[in-house]
């Protein structure tokens, strides 16, 4: 079965920003508001961080439900794994996510600045440096025939879009706009030269835009 590279339930603004600027430890996302992002993923009836019965159904909790279907391995950038720039000073920061991380494969951060690889729980965070398509055969190799999932951030995803190795992509598109940050697209009709596109509002008020390759 052919392996699949997947962007996955990555959310942006409605002005194309996948999180603001000023990224901290306090603001991951910068000067933009997660909330305003994610609340229709935090919504579902599968959202893995729910601490009560209820939550939606459909096509939201569906895509919320689908994020780890055949993945075997995760890339991400160093911005999504932490605020840190340049040389790691210490090795003490560990990801955003604690002690039981929500991605259950290996994961793949793309840094120019490689430390020890760590694990937590059943999540092994790899500090790899190379161009995308280094950086792939690795997460490839690992996922032992699954799909890997491109989880982010903006920069990731356009680098691996401008090396062309990107099978598909579920985008969702919230009501909400940033002005500035990290920037996925100018307009996802951007994309159409390469993918088909189905777009389909959901009642939570976000657009979800699925492409894969013609």
């Given at each position: ?7 996955h339930?990555v ?8 999180s603001?600027?000023?990224q901290?430890l306090e603001?991951?996302?910068g ?6 992002l994610?609340a229709w993923?935090g919504?579902t ?5 729910r601490t ?5 159904r ?5 895509l919320?439900?689908d ?6 391995a995760?890339?991400m950038?160093?911005?999504k794994f932490g605020p840190?720039?340049?040389p790691?000073?210490d090795?003490d920061?560990q990801?955003w996510?604690?002690?039981?991380p929500p991605?259950?494969t290996?994961?793949f951060v793309?840094?120019?600045?490689e430390?020890?690889s760590?694990t937590?729980?059943d999540?092994?965070f ?8 280094t950086v792939l055969?690795?997460?490839?190799e690992a ?6 999932r491109?989880?982010g951030?903006a920069?990731?995803?356009r680098?691996?879009?401008d ?6 992509l579920?985008?969702?598109v ?5 002005g ?14 390469r ?6 509002p959901?009642?939570?008020g976000v657009v979800h ?6």
């Open positions: 079965m052919t392996q699949l590279v997947r962007v339930n959310t942006v603004s409605s002005d194309g920003y996948a603001g600027d000023g901290s603001r991951p996302f000067h933009a508001d997660p909330t305003a994610f993923a919504a009836a599968s959202w893995p961080n009560e019965p209820g939550g939606s459909g096509l939201d909790d569906y919320v439900r994020f780890h279907r055949n993945v075997g995760e890339i950038g160093r911005n840190q720039r340049g790691w000073v090795h920061w990801g996510w604690g002690q039981e991605f259950h290996p994961v793309m840094t120019h600045h430390r020890p760590f937590l729980s999540t092994t790899h500090f790899v440096g190379g161009p995308p398509r055969d690795r997460a490839l996922a032992d025939g699954k799909d890997v491109l989880g951030g920069d990731t995803i680098q691996f879009l090396a062309d190795l990107i099978d598909t579920h985008v969702a919230a009501p909400v706009a940033f500035r940050g990290s920037r996925l697209w100018g307009s996802p009709d951007e994309l159409l030269d993918y088909h596109r189905d777009v389909v959901s009642s939570s835009h699925l492409f894969w390759r013609r």
